[in-house]
């Protein structure tokens, strides 16, 4: 007994996962050793070291996620073998070190984030993450300069003279990813939120970092990010209040908290409502006045598409899609694996979040708390997400989410099929 205690303790591929997941919030421009042709980063070593973890062993213990294993592995295999005909191979080699890297992340989440006690665990590293990457956030926004990056160079000079100040972007490449990490995060952890758990320290925790998660999105001024984010919370109570759980009058109650709260601090500081309706009215002046930019949007979607059905089956390669755009990037996650990896990467990916989302649905009343709803509200609303960042391939939350995703739905189906299995046996030993 005492061995196995100890095997199980020190579970070098749990203790490798919970690193990926925490280096996630380190960034690639935060920590890296730059080689030339190649950037290795935290979150790529271990990645690595997962990598060769995963393919030491075998056996998934759920066909869903084992048919996950072989078509990433297939993902993988023709990410390497597209370098060959990749228009530059020094870029291809570079974003298929990514792609290798996000894939890795998700097989050590399937595999070793197996039990509601580690998701939440996860999560919690996720709140801590959180609290870090938009602490900086913070930072630049009350400081009006980049903590990372010191010169903001004339693209963002401009954005700062056309929306008054600058957007913050903390670790990430621009204001757009950024507010993708904080849309996905604001839901995630709104879905947590809804009942109270303990210990007290990780739900007030919890709540701090929604709350500072949600105002870092507003001041990204993303509408993509902003829309995803108000969608979710709708489609999450849609989803909760028309199936069968044990949260529905915790909805009513947080409801009630929240506006009881906000009443509060306008008649404490009224000028909080005047600062949120303000940066708000930036984002409706940002819509109404790019319609340029919105144009050229369309355009570049037309360009994206047109290439990708030149190029039917299996795409030109990694880091090909920004050949046809003068070296800009898609701006959209389904067009990006449609010109790159082809149309065969992109139903499988269509199809796991379909599944996944499938079975949060189906199995949701086996789990006593809202994170089932949560998760499927971020399935429907992530194709207005990716549309906002240039790419979410490079964004560690991303293959996070999509790994806990798939963790997530595979925990709901094994824990139906095992009360089922008790209600069965239960009957057999009464007959």
């Known amino acids: 007994m005492m061995r196995n205690s100890k095997a199980t303790t020190w579970d070098w591929g749990l203790i490798i996962t919970y690193f990926s997941i925490a280096t996630v919030f380190l960034g690639s421009p935060l920590v890296k050793l730059d ?164 210990p007290l320290k990780w739900y007030v925790l919890n709540w701090l970092s929604f709350a500072i998660s949600l105002y870092v999105l507003i001041c990204c001024y993303s509408r993509a990010g902003i829309a995803a984010f108000g969608l979710g919370v709708a489609l999450f109570f849609l989803f909760s209040f028309f199936s069968h759980n044990h949260y529905k009058q915790n909805l009513v109650k947080i409801i009630f908290g929240v506006v009881i709260l906000f009443i509060c601090l306008l008649i404490v500081n009224p000028s909080i409502l005047d600062a949120v309706t303000n940066k708000l009215n930036l984002v409706i002046e940002k819509n109404e006045t790019s319609s340029s930019s919105n144009d050229t949007r369309v355009d570049l979607y037309t360009t994206c598409l047109n290439f990708a059905l030149d190029h039917l089956g299996f795409g030109m390669g990694p880091g090909s899609s920004i050949f046809p755009l003068d070296g800009l990037p898609p701006h959209n996650f389904f067009l990006h694996i449609l010109m790159e990896y082809g149309i065969v990467i992109l139903i499988g990916i269509l199809y796991f979040l379909v599944a996944s989302a499938k079975k949060l649905g189906l199995y949701q009343t086996v789990i006593n708390n809202a994170l089932p709803a949560m998760f499927k509200a971020t399935v429907v609303v992530f194709p207005i997400m990716a549309i906002g960042p240039s790419t979410i391939l490079v964004e560690g939350s991303f293959w996070l989410w999509y790994g806990l995703l798939l963790a997530y739905s595979s925990i709901m189906y094994r824990k139906s099929r095992m009360l089922y299995q008790q209600v069965v046996t239960q009957k057999e030993l009464t007959i």
């Open 35 to 198: 080689v030339g042709f190649f950037q290795l980063y935290p979150l790529r070593l271990f990645g690595f070291i997962g990598f060769f973890l995963i393919l030491s062993r075998v056996g998934w213990g759920d066909p869903f996620l084992e048919l996950y294993y072989k078509f990433s592995l297939f993902f993988l295999i023709l990410g390497l073998v597209s370098i060959i005909w990749a228009p530059d191979t020094t870029l291809a080699i570079k974003e298929f070190g990514i792609l290798q890297t996000g894939i890795a992340l998700t097989w050590l989440v399937v595999r070793y984030i197996n039990t509601e006690e580690r998701v939440n665990t996860a999560l919690n590293i996720w709140i801590i993450g959180a609290l870090f990457v938009n602490g900086i956030g913070l930072y630049e926004i009350f400081a009006q300069k980049y903590i990372i990056a010191a010169e903001v160079g004339g693209k963002n000079e401009r954005l700062a003279v056309r929306l008054g100040f600058l957007a913050p972007r903390a670790i990430f490449a621009n204001q757009n990813n950024f507010a993708f990490f904080n849309a996905l995060t604001s839901l995630l952890l709104l879905g947590r939120l809804i009942k109270q758990y303990r």
